[in-house]
């Protein structure tokens, strides 16, 4: 276990409600309604704090839909700024024709360490990420990667989440390697854990997978296209469904692919399904996004692509996707593309709800 991190169990339970002046801000920023919701409690190392798992759900799909200057504007309307754009916006601040060397990006990135990484790539070559860059709770935990719901607190890592009573936060604040904690603590029920990891099922002709991703370079030029599906419960019987996809260009300066701006084409079309043991299914309703000649450092989207309750049903819960058809490509690169069950689209199938 490395060295705790200074939060007193005091300063914890000390919540502040943020009085958020919504139509204000509102009208201000021009936020749009449905972006907005309540004030939320927030405590003074400035993490969120819901009431229930309702609230947590309302807030988290519209966290994750918003685009970035929405997510700013919703942010500083809760005095909050989530762990998530401390990351973003540190990596936009970076000039890569500043570094010397890799080992200059290497010391750089080891000063920021809590906020970015370096990705080995296939070749030996480098590509620099923040940290949580594939997880969509990143926008609603602190600095501290903590959100609470209620009485319990949660930390969030790339592989799961751990979560602990509100009393024994300093202790699930000072926990840094998720897989080496879970494996190493014996009958504990102080904690419990929720894993990101995507089950997939390859037993079903239906089933594409969970995380797919492709790329296409041209000299230093790169354009990478991910599509990611997941069912998942957050200590609740209600199911979300999450989809989402990134299509981003990236340059290469001295053996490192950074992030970049270029003009995009994109075309993303998929069905997602959600798996229930017993091979019961559910299915969410068909996503087409088409992009022509945007100047853009990333086209995304990430959204509930469907929910259902689960009355009277315990077990497990996966997800993924039945179909896509997808690609992108920047003006100095070919297509990056994806595709699985072409028939399944061009026919309009889906797959049968089930009854539960």
């Excluded at 000039?95 to 370096?118: A, G, H, M, R, T």
Aim: hydrophobic content about 35%; proline content about 1%; some cysteine.
């Amino acid at each position: 276990m490395k060295k705790n991190i200074p939060i007193t169990v005091i300063a914890v339970l000390v919540v502040m409600t943020v009085v958020v002046a919504i139509v204000a801000c509102n009208k201000e920023n021009n936020l749009s309604e449905n972006m907005v919701t309540k004030s939320i409690n927030v405590t003074n190392n400035a993490m969120l704090i819901f009431e229930n798992f309702d609230e947590f759900n309302d807030v988290y799909e519209q966290t994750i839909s918003m685009d970035e200057k929405d997510r700013k504007v919703w942010e500083e309307c809760h005095e909050f700024k989530s762990f998530g754009r401390e990351c973003d916006e540190l990596y936009q601040s970076i000039d890569p024709e500043k570094f010397q060397s890799i080992s200059d990006v290497k010391c750089f990135v080891e000063k920021n360490k809590d906020y970015l990484q370096l990705i080995e790539d296939y070749n030996g070559e480098y590509i620099l990420e923040t940290q949580l860059y594939g997880i969509l709770y990143k926008y609603i935990i602190n600095k501290d990667k903590l959100f609470g719901i209620d009485n319990m607190v949660y930390k969030v890592f790339d592989e799961g989440m751990i979560y602990t009573g509100v009393d024994n936060m300093g202790n699930l604040c000072a926990i840094e390697n998720y897989n080496y904690f879970i494996n190493n603590i014996e009958h504990d029920t102080t904690y419990k854990f929720i894993d990101f990891q995507k089950i997939e099922d390859e037993s079903i002709i239906e089933n594409c997978g969970s995380d797919v991703s492709d790329r296409n370079d041209n000299g230093d030029e790169r354009i990478y296209i991910n599509i990611t599906a997941a069912a998942s419960t957050v200590g609740t019987s209600l199911c979300h469904v999450e989809a989402s996809y990134i299509i981003r260009p990236y340059h290469r300066v001295a053996g490192v692919w950074y992030w970049c701006t270029r003009i995009l084409n994109a075309r993303y079309d998929v069905i997602v399904y959600a798996k229930l043991a017993s091979n019961y299914w559910s299915f969410s309703n068909r996503y087409t996004v088409r992009i022509t000649n945007q100047e853009a450092k990333v086209i995304q989207d990430n959204f509930v692509s469907g929910i259902f309750y689960m009355d009277g049903y315990v077990g497990s819960v996966t997800g993924g996707f039945s179909a896509f058809n997808c690609w992108g490509r920047s003006a100095n690169t070919s297509n990056a593309s994806l595709q699985c069950n072409l028939s399944l689209l061009s026919s309009g199938g889906t797959i049968a709800p089930p009854s539960l």
